[in-house]
């Protein structure tokens, strides 16, 4: 892999963000998509990209389920192939980007949310919802973080000085 | 479609400490360990459709589709021994008096019945299911197949909700469809089983549809689609492998006697005298006469 664990830390973060302003609330749709793509060995990204378009035509009927799946599936396969224009991604670091914002997309809150969901009905109750960052970049922890604070831009303070 | 509701009959649930031979570490001799071969046929009108709950690119009719994936081992498919495991579990909890999984009341100290069997987190369960895989090559085969796309079911009041054979009603005469992959043919998997009971391995039994009798008798729901009438399997054992309380192998006739004995003693215990009703009220249901 050519890009460095930070850049696809990096990307994986923004991939994130754009998926959640896009009101994707979990990883489900996410990796509903991508998952296959994922589990597969010789990570074809033509075949991902080409399933998407099929998707977003309406292949399969599933951009029409409820429970807000179509919109998320839609936003991803937006998201997503904003990230595949760029060309510059080999499979095994496109399988890493998607590893780290399912991750991140699992452990963030929206950012309109305000609170935890609403628990529904029949659902065990041990589900605790998601927990709140504390921190800009909460979702990533340990070493990446470390790293990824050492990246962040100068202040502008700093760029007078 | 329906889905039925089921209530067990009135009582209390039991807990009770795993006495120490229930360990999987040990063997009695008074108890059966060994494992049981079993064939799982797919009804010539159903199929069986375990999702991944991935989208795939696939082939239906020589164009390319995106569909619903089914589960797969390193290319083969399979029915994961985890959703056999919990459809003869969620039948064996209604057939006793078990706690709601969910609810996480039982523990490794305090098990009911079915958490006892089962397992519960803390305690390894003393019955497990092998992936199923394909009886032999080309035994099954995967298609691609429009289902009715899924809405959330009313809540019902019960303790356990099954679906019967029936097909989805039409809502409003405009139900849009999904493509899924499914399964079509016949799988072969493994029952495993340590320190079990011959009446606990004859409801075991019963709850995978082996009845003697007619009444008893059922298909076992596995996969997805259920509330499309889909997931039907006959279940028919192939072999059984015994290391205790002997080594034994047995087939055919043979093999037929044995499971027949532990579906009677079964059915001569005082479980029977309070679930034996209910029993045949599932069994109608899934064999669909209801």
């Known amino acids: ?161 | 479609m329906a889905r039925h509701g089921l209530t067990r009959p009135t009582g209390e649930i039991h807990r009770e400490r795993p006495p120490d031979h229930f360990d999987h570490d040990r063997w009695r001799k008074a108890l059966f360990t060994g494992s049981l071969s079993l064939c799982l046929k797919i009804l010539e009108d159903q199929f069986v459709s375990p999702s991944t709950g991935r989208l795939t690119l696939t082939r239906k009719g020589g164009l390319e589709v995106v569909a619903q994936e089914v589960a797969r081992a390193a290319g083969t498919p399979v029915i994961p021994g985890s959703g056999i495991k919990g459809a003869v579990r969620t039948v064996y909890e209604l057939l006793s008096f078990s706690c709601d999984p969910f609810s996480r009341s039982c523990d490794a100290h305090a098990c009911c019945d079915a958490c006892s069997l089962f397992g519960v987190l803390g305690r390894s369960g003393r019955v497990s299911f092998n992936d199923a895989r394909p009886a032999k090559d080309g035994s099954v085969r995967v298609e691609v197949r429009e289902v009715p796309m899924p809405y959330p079911p009313p809540r019902l009041e019960c303790d356990v909700c099954l679906y019967d054979l029936q097909k989805i009603q039409q809502r409003n005469g405009d139900r849009k469809t999904l493509a899924r992959e499914v399964f079509l043919g016949t799988f072969e998997t493994r029952m495993t089983f340590w320190n079990v009971t011959p009446e606990e391995l004859g409801r075991l039994l019963l709850c995978m549809g082996f009845g003697t009798a007619e009444s008893t008798r059922f298909f076992l729901r596995l996969g997805g689609v259920k509330y499309d009438g889909k997931g039907a399997v006959t279940v028919l054992p192939r072999q059984l492998v015994l290391a205790s309380p002997s080594r034994n192998t047995l087939q055919g006739d043979a093999l037929k006697r044995e499971l027949d004995g532990w579906i009677q003693t079964a059915r001569d215990s005082e479980w029977a005298k309070t679930f034996w009703p209910k029993l045949e009220e599932v069994a109608g249901l899934l064999r669909g006469a209801a």
């Open chain 1, 1 to 161: 892999m050519s890009k460095s664990q930070v850049e696809i830390v990096n990307n994986a973060s923004l991939l994130a963000t754009d998926l959640q302003g896009a009101e994707v609330e979990s990883k489900s749709a996410f990796l509903s998509i991508v998952g296959s793509f994922m589990s597969d060995p010789t990570g074809d990204i033509k075949r991902l990209r080409h399933m998407m378009t099929l998707l977003d035509k309406g292949s399969g009927g599933h951009l029409d389920r409820g429970a807000g799946f179509g919109e998320q599936a839609r936003a991803v396969i937006r998201e997503v192939g904003r990230l595949l224009d760029r060309g510059e991604w080999q499979p095994d670091e496109l399988k890493s980007v998607f590893g780290w914002t399912a991750r991140l997309l699992q452990v963030r809150l929206p950012p309109r949310r305000k609170g935890p969901p609403e628990p529904s009905g029949g659902q065990a109750p041990h589900h605790q919802g998601k927990r709140q960052p504390t921190k800009p970049l909460g979702g990533l922890s340990g070493k990446n973080l470390d790293v990824l604070k050492s990246i962040q831009p100068p202040k502008p303070d700093d760029e007078k000085s």
